[in-house]
C-alpha cells in the first residue's frame, strides 16, 4: 500500500519522509524521482545502527542509467532497512512511496519532520507550471 | 530548438521519455529499458537512429579515395551490397569516429556515421578529399534509418514490408544490402542479434514504422541500445574510444587492413609505430561478481595496482550483472580477478574477452 501524498513529508532532493510508530521514520524517495531515473538495479542501504546526519549522502540508488546518492532528510539511528530491495529493486519504481521504502530510522529530535516540505510546497517544486 | 526526426510524433504518441542526443530529441525509452532489452534478445524491437548520418561518396575516385581516408581497407568489399565496419583516423592514430561503409557499386560508397561527430567528420573527409580527385560528398538528409533487431527481426520486416523486400533481402548474408524500390537494406546492426537496418526515405519512415508495429515490433530506445551494445561487446564512440586512442588499444585491431602494404591510410604510419613498439593497454570486458553497478571511469586495480579504467559499464538485463569495457595494461590476464573502486569499496570483477552475449545467449 502507497502512502498518501499528503501523510508525507519531502526534501529538495525527493526523499520523502513518514512518521510511522513509536517516534520511527520510514524514508523513502518519491515517485517523481523514481520515474526520472528509470529501471532500479541495485540499491545500496546504510547499516541498522548507522547514525545518519540531516542532509549528508546515506545511500545511493542506482538504475541502469546512473547512480544518484540518497541524502539523510532528517538525523537519526537506522533501525531498520528494507531487505527486500537487494534482490528485487524493481519495486522502487513499481511503488516507491510504499513498499519500496529504503530504512527506517529513530529521529535525533522528532520536530526536524516540521521543517521539511508538504505535499504542495514539493508538488511546486517538481511541477512549477502546474497549478 | 533541438533537432527531430521524422518519427518524432511516433515517439510521442508510443509513450516515448524524450532526451537531448547531440543536439536531437531521442527516445530514452517508452516505459521500461530493461524490458525494451529483453524484447529485442527474445523477439524483435525497432530503433529509430535517423539522428545518425548517411554520407554517399561519388564518383570515379571514391575507392581510392576510401583507401586513404579509412583504417579499414574498402578494396575488399568486391561487389555491390558488401558492407564493413572501419574507423576513420587522424595522422596519430586516434579515432575521429567509427563508421560502416557500404559498397554501392564501383562509383559510390555510402557512409553511416554518428551524429554527435557529425561536423567534425564532414570537415575532415572534406579536408582528406583535397588529397583525392573525382570524389564527390553528399549528406543525404533526406534520408532516414530504422534498425530492427532481434531473433525475430527479419521475418516481422517480410510481413510488414512486404513479399517483394522478402524476396530480395532474404538471402542475404550478414554485412550485406540491398535496394528495394526506395528502402536499402542492409543485414547489420547494434546489438549482437540478427536483423536490419533500414534507410529510407525520410517522408516514408513514419508509414513504415506503423507497419512494424502493427506487425508486433515495438519500440526501442537509446537507453536498451547502449545495453544490449555493451552486451554485444561492440564499442561506444566518445566512450571506449576517440581521438586519444587508437584502434589498437580500443580492441578494434581487426578493423585495420593492413594488407597491402602500398595503401597508406591517414594514420597508417602511427600504427605501425605503436604495433612496433606494442600497444600499452588493451580493453578487455569485466563482470562484477556481486551486487553493485559498473560505470564509466571507474578505476580498475589488480593486485593493488591501477591498471587501468572502464569506458563504459552499466548493468546487463540480460545477463543481470554488471558488465563493462575497461582500458587496462597488457599484463591483465583474460580470466583474472581484479577489483574495481566503486565508491571507495573495491569489488571483484572477473575479466573476460567481449562479447558478453551473442544471439540472445550468455557467453560468460
Known sequence: MSHANND??????????????????????????????????????PEVGDNLTAGKECAVVESVKAASDIFAPISGEVSEINEVLSDTPEILNQDAQGGGWLFRMIPSDAADLNGLLDADAYQALVEPDAG | MNKRTPLYEQHQAMGAKLVDFAGWDMPLHYGSQIREHG?????????????????????AGSKEYLSLLLANNVGRLKTEGRAMYSCML???????????????????????????TRDKDLKWMRDTAEQASGVEIVERDDLAIIAVQGPHARTKVYVALGEGLKQKAEGLSPFEATTIGELFVGRTGY???????????AKAAEFSWKMLAEVGVSPIGLG????????AGMNLYGADMDESTSP????????????????????RDALEQEKMAGPGQQLVG?????????????????NNNDVGEITSGSFSPSLRCAIALARVTMDVAIDSLCQVDVRGKYLDVRVVKPPFVRNGKSLL
Open chain 1, 8 to 45: 508525507l513529508r519531502y526534501t529538495q532532493s525527493h526523499e520523502w519522509v513518514i512518521q510511522i510508530s513509536d517516534g520511527a521514520v520510514e524514508v523513502g524517495i518519491t515517485d517523481y524521482a523514481q520515474d526520472l531515473l528509470g529501471d532500479m538495479v541495485y540499491i545500496d542501504l
Open chain 2, 39 to 59: 524484447q529485442v534478445r527474445s523477439d524483435a524491437g525497432m530503433f529509430d537512429v535517423s539522428h545518425m548520418v548517411v554520407v554517399d561518396i561519388k564518383g
Open chain 2, 90 to 116: 587522424n595522422a596519430q592514430g586516434g579515432v575521429i569516429d567509427d563508421l560502416i561503409v557500404y559498397h554501392m557499386n564501383d562509383r559510390w560508397y555510402r557512409m553511416v556515421i554518428n551524429a554527435d
Open chain 2, 191 to 201: 546489438t549482437g542479434e540478427d536483423g536490419f537496418e533500414i534507410i529510407l526515405p
Open chain 2, 224 to 231: 536498451a541500445r547502449d545495453t544490449l551494445r555493451l552486451e
Open chain 2, 248 to 267: 589498437l588499444v580500443s580492441g578494434l585491431a581487426w578493423t585495420i587492413g593492413w594488407a597491402p602494404d602500398t595503401r597508406r591510410f591517414v594514420g
Open chain 2, 286 to 302: 569485466l563482470v562484477l561478481q556481486g551486487k553493485g553497478v559498473l560505470r564509466n571511469h571507474q578505476r580498475v586495480t589488480c
